[in-house]
């Protein structure tokens, strides 16, 4: 699957250019953090990526594929979760694996054990808090071992606790040797998490750095008035 080869690629709904010339590597290795302000077109990249929509114009691979393969997960913000029982709804996605029913039931349980969910794996998910209901989406993605797992916003909405148990499940996805791509708007959470980052801004990949570069001198003046928007009380830059 790696590298995921992006060249020229761009999105024009409707006549619309909502993205143009993106050029993009992505290894196989660490967490990406996507960054940008609103409306730029980071959920879009996110869902070409995962191979849910179709570029309109460029190319984009997967390795030597032109599409990827089940071994990609995506996790929206606001996950799909059925009117079914915590572990069930932990074991969907491995429905169209080649899993057996008995293996699907021992590895969903494996997965919200990791995640803290198993005394819950019985209840209705309906129950869930928004921060569990995220945990559990997660355990769902896990339990199909990914090589490539997007995440969108996973912790928009969560108050600090639930996102501090977010961050560790996705550093454990990440240890686990599944690359992480995943967009959010706390830059606190981006340097806590990142190894690198990819700043969008005006349709196109501004910058492509290591997280510490990125944030401590980033090259574009888009991303530095970005950074300093969002973290006026803790960076300035040298002009």
Known sequence: MFPIELAGV???PDGQCVLSGIDLQLDGDGISILLGPNGV???VLLRMIAGLQPVSEGRLTWGAASRPDEAVAMVFQQPMIL???VLDNAALGMKPLAFGRRERRRRAHEMLERVGLADRAADSARLLSGGER????LARAWAVQPRLLLLDEPTA?????AVDAVEDIIRGIRTDGCKVLMTTHNLGQATRLADDVIFLADGRVQEHAPARQFFARPRSNA????????L????????
């Open 10 to 12: 761009g999105f024009r």
């Open 41 to 43: 077109g980071k959920t």
């Open 83 to 85: 009117r079914a029982s």
């Open 134 to 137: 995220q945990r559990l989406a």
């Open 157 to 161: 909405s969560l108050d600090p606790s």
């Open 223 to 230: 991303a530095r008035r970005f950074i300093q928007a969002e």
């Open 232 to 239: 006026p009380w803790r960076i300035r830059f040298d002009e």
